[in-house]
């Protein structure tokens, strides 16, 4: 025989009433589900707990925008993957939309699965993930204590991290040499500079950021481009008679330090062809910068000064394939010498030659037909000819002073 009961269960002010209708057969009754837990609300009705409300040590994601639910709450750990189970992130990838975070934590959530993709650092909460680098586009998730390193350089390092706000994947690199990864963020040890080249022209690095010891995000810095040095311990200084030539601006990055000579290719400057970006020069020398090899194309005025944003007027954007260090004062002849120069009116760059037979613009050290005016010692005389093996017409040059500007030696 089957009995029904209707019982009435009245609660104190500030709870819930509930109908439970229980049904029992045999002897044995049904046990009514529990109601929600309830606080009462600022009115003095009863409200519902919300059940996404992060303790110190959680978060909480939701799937709608301004924390609407459903959602689900993570503690600290590492969730590669998307979905409910309790080593992944909690909900399905692609619909997080906001987030609340725990004062003592802080979350890193990334587009891909495995920490993959964009990944960005989330100290507070957020109501809109939708403005922000990694959209709705969440896949897995890390939780960790606020404030977390993967890579922490000691004094003699710097870290460098692929994401910004210092979020792993990380590497720690030594000194003098470039990185090998892209980073968004980097912390320079104590004892460090870090210099990373902001803009190219062609392949010369033509700005610059200086990074003392500190930490610095966001930064874009593609691979490559970051030169990383001792403070203070410039590698190339030249002496009196001798210049330092360097990659970056500043004087910063890859150098080279060269005597009084001819340079006339970029091996020989031991830099890579148009990277020489600035230089340092000795008090008692000079140095001619030519845009081409073989003191070839446009070359500048003596260069007596540092210089350490290299301009070459209008021929900036060429950069520089040959030098000549010259002492100071330019090419001088004795009374038993000429001077060759390859520009009209002295203007270098220039050799000087003894008495003796120059078959070829090899054997001179200037480009082929390119001579335009001379110097010539007192005690002797130039034949110039306009050909190799004294070939073509040939003149006489004694005391005669320059040359005209089209007259093109061989």
């Known amino acids: 025989m089957t009995s029904q009961f209707l019982f009435k269960l009245t609660r104190e002010v500030a709870t819930w009433l509930t109908l439970a209708l229980v049904m029992c057969a045999c002897g044995v009754s049904a046990i009514p589900e529990a109601a929600p837990a ?72 990334c587009t891909d699965g495995n920490f993959g993709g964009i990944c960005q650092k989330f100290t507070t909460d957020n109501a809109h993930l939708g403005d922000e680098k990694v959209h709705d586009d969440v896949t897995s998730l890390k939780v960790r204590q606020r404030g977390y390193l993967a890579c922490v350089p000691n004094a003699d390092q710097v870290a460098l991290f692929s994401h910004a706000d210092f979020v792993e994947p990380c590497k720690l690199k030594g000194t003098n040499g470039y990185t090998d990864q892209a980073f968004s963020s980097l912390i320079v040890g104590a004892n460090m500079d870090a210099i990373l080249c902001t ?8 700005g610059y950021k200086a990074f003392e010891p500190e930490k610095f995000s966001p930064i874009y810095a593609p691979a490559g481009t970051l030169w990383i040095e001792k403070r203070g311990s410039q590698s190339c200084v030249p002496r ?33 062809n148009d990277t020489l970006a600035s230089i340092l020069v000795g008090e008692s020398v000079q140095a001619i910068l030519c845009t081409d ?21 209008r021929y900036y954007n060429v950069g520089v394939s040959s030098l000549q260090v010259q002492w100071r004062g330019g090419c001088i002849p004795n009374a038993e010498q ?27 050290g200037l480009p082929y037909h390119s001579i335009s005016s001379v110097r010539v010692g007192s005690s002797i005389q130039l034949c110039a000819c306009k050909e190799e093996n004294f070939g073509g017409s040939c003149d006489v040059v004694g005391t005669t002073p320059s040359l005209d500007s089209d007259y093109q030696s061989g």
Do not use: W
């Open 38 to 109: 309830a606080v009462p609300d600022v009115d003095g009705s009863a409200a519902l707990t919300s059940p996404c409300e992060p303790g110190p040590s959680e978060i909480a994601l939701f799937t709608d925008g301004d924390f609407g639910e459903p959602c689900a709450i993570r503690g600290i750990g590492e969730y590669p993957h998307s979905g409910g189970n309790a080593d992944q992130m909690g909900l399905e990838g692609d619909t997080p939309s906001s987030i609340k975070v725990g004062a003592d934590v802080e979350a890193v959530l």
């Open 199 to 206: 803009y190219y022209i062609g392949s010369r690095c033509a």
């Open 240 to 272: 009196v008679n001798e210049v330092a030539l360097f990659e970056f601006p500043g004087s910063f990055g890859p150098c080279v330090v060269l005597g009084v000579g001819d340079y006339q290719h970029s091996y020989e400057m031991e830099l890579a």
């Open 293 to 313: 090899a073989n003191f070839e194309g446009e070359c500048s005025d003596p260069v007596t000064s540092d210089n350490t944003s290299l301009y070459l007027g």
């Open 338 to 364: 000429v001077v060759l120069f390859k520009d009209a009116n002295y203007h270098p760059p220039c050799v000087i030659k003894g008495i003796g037979s120059y078959h070829n613009a090899s054997e001179i």
